[in-house]
């Protein structure tokens, strides 16, 4: 087999590599068994409960059941034993993540300790996505009491799902840590990425009956609204892969032949995007929780504050500001707590590496801070109008089959399918140099 050198491999030569390289042709065969596992999971039904009058709740306002159940590729509205799916371990990741900058023990299992430290840092993990798991499915659990046809009683009805939902999330949770050992992509993204792209279908086939009408301002509007989602996925392509490359100095010893002093210069590379797809889950999450506690507890005041953030009420200004300025604000927040400019810093100084113009030290670090702020300011403003504006076209066309795959599912379709791409481009191009070396 003639393979190329000095390029990326081309898609005819992923294919090949695919089908002829033994080892990645199991972990591509492994990796879409066990997603298919994941599929089939969510379609086992937990037992005793009236899916009719659940899917009414849903229509009327569960719009963060709603909100989730994108991720679930439809589990939590089809009440399946996969309904939670990944969302525990993902969201037992983010708490860890987060108290990481505030517990030095879990910063210095992560940063001093090694492979070690790290795998005692993913075992807490799990732990916490086991608790995490049990709470949700607890919580979730109660929602659905009023929905119980079994002639069991309330507590017995709440166990029994509770335990049928976190042994299910922890299934999932184990099987996306196979994928990520023995398979291609990171496990859990790839659960998140097949769960939204399930729900795809649903969507077409409706935007396709709808077309079929043949109104004139009905195509108009299907035909804008995919003008934007495309628009928008080029966008978020340029913003996902878009870095500001800052100029470094790094000094090296010659051994080899003499003894000068020579500079190699490189760069220290800045995402334009670094908190990713998380400020809008998280902005997402905390401005649908008070229209799902409101239509639980039916508290008064919280209804009011309910009506003023619901995206389909006939003026969402309140809700477009709060909604605009929460992404922008975990969006900074987000980024200080993965992106540490002291630390970078530090690290740079104790390789020898400078930034030219710039004194190490504190002045390094203040600069980096200043460069991340204003790459920070840039993405956050991009994921605001990338979030808000699907939504607004969708309000204008009147073209609500793609409701709910936003900006979300579009930035995570995109930054998990490019991830993979070049998981499976670097084996290839190792196979590639394994090649030469034979």
Request: no cysteine; proline share 1%; hydrophobic share 45%.
């Given at each position: 087999m003639l393979l190329s050198r000095g390029r990326n491999p081309s898609a005819s030569e992923v294919l090949s590599q695919v089908v002829h390289v033994k080892n990645l042709r199991d972990r591509v065969t492994a990796t879409l068994g066990l997603l298919l596992i994941i599929r089939l999971g969510i379609y086992i039904p937990v037992p005793g409960i009236d899916r009719v009058a659940f899917q009414s709740f849903l229509e009327q306002g569960g719009q963060l059941i709603g909100f989730l159940d994108i991720f679930t590729g439809g589990g939590l509205s089809t009440l399946g034993i996969f309904a939670l799916g990944i969302l525990p371990f993902i969201n037992a990741s983010i708490i860890i993540q987060l108290l990481t900058t505030v517990l030095p023990q879990l910063d210095d299992l992560q940063?001093?300790?090694?492979?070690?430290?790290?795998?005692?840092?993913?075992?807490?993990?799990?732990?916490?996505?086991?608790?995490?798991?049990?709470?949700?499915?607890?919580?979730?659990?109660?929602?659905?009491?009023?929905?119980?046809?079994?002639?069991?009683?309330?507590?017995?009805?709440?166990?029994?799902?509770?335990?049928?939902?976190?042994?299910?999330?922890?299934?999932?949770?184990?099987?996306?840590?196979?994928?990520?050992?023995?398979?291609?992509?990171?496990g859990a993204s790839l659960v998140i990425f097949l769960n939204i792209v399930a729900t795809l279908p649903r969507a077409l086939g409706s935007t396709i009956e709808l077309a079929q009408t043949g109104d004139p301002r009905t195509v108009g509007g299907i035909l804008v609204l995919g003008l934007v989602f495309l628009i928008t996925i080029l966008g978020i392509i340029f913003v996902q892969e878009g870095s500001r490359r800052i100029p470094i100095i790094s000094a090296k010893r010659q051994v080899e032949r003499s003894n000068l002093l020579t500079s190699r210069q490189s760069y220290l590379p800045l995402k334009l995007n670094a908190g990713g797809v998380m400020p809008i889950i998280f902005a997402s999450a905390l401005v649908f929780l008070p229209l799902t506690i409101a239509n639980v507890t039916k508290i008064p005041w919280l209804i009011i504050v309910a009506s003023y953030l619901n995206p389909n009420s006939s003026s969402p200004w309140l809700y477009v500001l709060v909604f605009f300025s929460l992404i922008l604000g975990f969006s900074f927040f987000y980024t200080s707590l993965t992106i540490n400019p002291i630390d970078i810093a530090v690290n740079l100084k104790r390789g020898g590496v400078a930034i030219p113009g710039v004194r190490p030290g504190s002045a390094t670090a203040d600069y980096i801070g200043t460069v991340q702020n204003r790459l920070t300011l840039l993405g956050g403003l991009f994921l605001g109008a990338v979030a808000i504006i699907p939504s607004a076209v969708e309000g204008a066309t009147q073209i609500r089959t793609f409701q709910g795959l936003g900006a979300t599912s579009l930035l995570i379709l995109v930054g998990v399918a490019i991830d993979t791409a070049k998981q499976v481009q670097t084996y290839v191009i190792s196979q590639r140099y394994e090649g030469m070396l034979k």
């Open positions: 940063k001093n300790e090694g492979e070690a430290g790290r795998r005692r840092v993913t075992q807490i993990t799990r732990y916490l996505a086991f608790g995490w798991g049990l709470l949700q499915s607890t919580i979730f659990a109660f929602i659905l009491r009023p929905y119980a046809i079994s002639s069991l009683s309330q507590a017995t009805f709440i166990i029994q799902t509770a335990l049928a939902l976190v042994t299910g999330s922890m299934i999932v949770m184990w099987i996306s840590e196979v994928i990520t050992e023995r398979g291609i992509g990171q």
